[in-house]
């Protein structure tokens, strides 16, 4: 079965870097490509942008742009986002999604990141 | 591409029809219009795509509908575990966007 296995939370100071991985299981992760979401506390979802698999070809949310890094290792199928510059209001769960069919039809469990001095 | 829905909230009781209205700031491809269902502590779950198919599993009480800059997403009885915030979304110009969402909550 198609699952997306993302990293653990992480506490991290304002200006620091993070970077949380979405591990792929049970689809041919070159196939599809992964977006990346935030949801910050109690506020609804948030578009940050994507990258296929197989090119590596990205797009970012003009938000983010100049911030945020997403890779991705076709040989482990695991994609990365990377985000930096971290702020207090960058605090939120980050999800990572396959997309698929024009919407997102598996999620990840989500990765906590809290940013705090 | 802005997507608004509304209402914010939506006080009804279980059995009671749902309508929830995701509204654009332009026209959208009914093919990259989706709603999602999110419940606390969990990641969205897939109901609609294309703006009318059901995703596999999804009991047929939930249908979407719409076209253009305006879509809706029915529940026809709400149970129990229907309570929840739902997401529109749309994809286009390799840009995606959500609506801010509409909580159903128990009345």
Known sequence: QVQLVQSGA????PGASVKV????????????????????????????????????GTKYAQKFQGRVTVTR????????????????D???MYFCAKYGSGSYDYWGQGTLVTVSS | IVLTQSPDTLALSPGERATLSCRASQSVSSSYLAWYQQKPGQAPRLLIYGASSRATGIP??????GSGTDFTLSISRLEPEDFA???????GSSLLTFGGGTKVEIK
């Not at chain 1, 290792?73 to 207090?88: C, F, N, Q, V």
Request: proline share 1%.
């Open chain 1, 10 to 13: 992480e506490v991290k100071k």
């Open chain 2, 85 to 91: 915030v739902y997401y529109c979304q749309q994809f």
């Open chain 2, 60 to 65: 047929d009480r939930f249908s979407g509908s």
């Open chain 1, 73 to 88: 290792d076709t040989s482990i199928s695991t994609a990365y986002m990377e985000l930096s510059r971290l702020k207090s």
């Open chain 1, 21 to 56: 991985s979405c591990k792929a299981s049970g689809y041919t992760f070159t196939d599809y490509y992964i977006h990346w979401v935030r949801q910050a506390p109690g506020q609804g979802l948030e578009w940050m942008g994507w990258i296929n698999a197989n090119s590596g």
């Open chain 1, 90 to 92: 960058d605090t939120a």
